[in-house]
């Protein structure tokens, strides 16, 4: 992962690589010695830490029910007593986002609510306890911190100044399409010059199925709006992604949790409701974020200590001790018993009862760790490493974080966005072609329903075949599977005739558009044009296909392509192949 990330990084001109690789301290200075020294040596080196971004989801919610408790905090209350408070239980689900750049300032803080539509006042935030300004009309002197309505924490970078991004989806959570609606407010506001400095943005994301929206792919390799992308490992993401860090995450949600205690004890206080509402919300992000995502020293070190910058590029997650421990030929710790027996191998019990079971599972456990981290570890490696790049060549698969990082691919770019259009426009294909099917079988029980009504016949003399072609007509959703037998479909046909005929399912729009002709450098027609202008319903002259002579063998071609495009209008073929139109 760090060596593709970091790669890419150099690509984009955003890090260089030296010939050497050197040590470099937290300030991400040179120095010559390990123990000065944090990560490992490496010879990345980034050189425009503002242009990379990070962003990570914390999801929150109003009710304090499964709020924990805030490292360090006691109460007081009797010996044999338990400590217990009031809790506000009225349910919000809500989302924040904090987008970070590697140079430890906040970019933009998003907040995305579960509702179906966004309130205005969810947005404004109010905060009762704040003196209002002012008449009733006077809205805009009461907007800001300190004030009735709060809003989010705003954030200045390069200059700009970034309100709160305030969104919705039905379950609080982040979308391909809210991602890129956020990137988009970004843009809007100029804070990345691409133009002058001929750098793009880039963005570093966890492996969350809304990476691989196409609305968002479309977005981030355009080239007017382009975001360079990159995803890390699907797993251990707390090891190396920066938003789940404890100067971030965990100092978000302590902060957060002593915010809303805060909250509604003073509405207990002042005889107000104890419940923490939506407008509510975003003031309460607001301290929140103060404590934690708008700190750049502690920013810094979250960087630093996840190997992103702000200056060393220097793979420091790989000295994390869980880590190191899944190091190809690391030594396993563990208990040693020191133990003899005078037992004969044979005479010990291997096959039978507690003794077989654990020993099958001592098997099983040092296969495990011999495939993992044996001295096959890294053929198995490349199997599976083969397997997903096979598998992404033939597109015979979704495409996922783990697919991705498991063929040594973490970049989102135009190859990926392809790769989801793919499959996209095969879904789409495979439902426009079970919708023509349905198509063509109601059309075929359609002819069978006519033919049988101008039979006139009545229905105890129906056959079998017919019987079950009216019961099918008359057939619902919901209805019981067909009879086989003649009396039971008579009985079905009786006590369903009464309902309205099967309502004609809808032409499916058609999926792929019809490829283009091929480019002709002369396009002459032979046969004079009759003037259309001068053609009315009255005329007896009507013009067809057949007629030679006013489409010749090629142009009749024309025709017929352009009619199944849906030209059938003589008036519009005619036009068409005199102008020589062919671009359907």
Known sequence: MYDEVYSHLVSTNLAVKHEEAVWRNEAGDVVFCEKEAMGLKSPYELIHPGWLVFVDEVGSNTSQAKDGAIGGQTYLCSRDGRPQQRAATKDAHFTVLGFTAANGEPLMCAIIFAAKSLKSEWVLGFDPFAEWIGGEENVSDNIGKGKAMPQGPECIFNGKHIPTFCCCSENGSITGQLLKEMLTAIDNIGVYDRTGTGLNPFLLLDGHGSRFDLNFLDYVNAVDTKWECCIGLPYGTSYWQVGDSSEQNGC???????????????????????????????????????????????????????????????????????????????????????????????????????????????????????NRNGADADEQRQKRRVTAEERLRCHDKRISAGLLASAGRFHLGAEVRDHVQQRADAAKEKEYNTQVRKKDEYDTLLAKVEEIKRLNLPYDKWNTAQLKAMVKWYKRDGDEKLPNKKQELIARYLATCGREDLPAPLLPVAFNALPPLPLVEHCTIDAPVPNIDNCTNEDETVLHLNDDSIYQEDEREVAEILLAAGINNDRDVIAAIATGTTDV
């Not at 949600?253 to 104890?274: C, H, I, S, W, Y």
């Not at 919300?281 to 630093?304: C, D, M, P, Y």
């Open 252 to 370: 978000f949600k302590m902060a957060l949790t002593r915010a809303k205690q805060e909250l509604v004890t003073k509405k207990n206080d002042a005889g107000l409701p104890f419940a923490i509402d939506k407008t509510d919300i975003v003031g309460l992000v607001r301290q929140a974020w103060e404590k934690s995502f708008a700190r750049v020293k502690t920013n810094i070190k979250a960087v630093a200590s996840r190997g992103w910058g702000p200056k060393a590029l220097n793979y420091k997650c790989l000295q994390h001790p869980e880590i190191l421990s899944t190091k190809n030929g690391a030594s396993q710790k563990g208990l040693t018993i020191d133990s003899t027996s005078c037992a004969a191998p044979e005479e010990l019990n291997l096959s039978d009862g507690l003794a077989a079971t654990l020993i099958d599972r001592i098997v099983l456990y040092k296969n495990k760790e011999a």
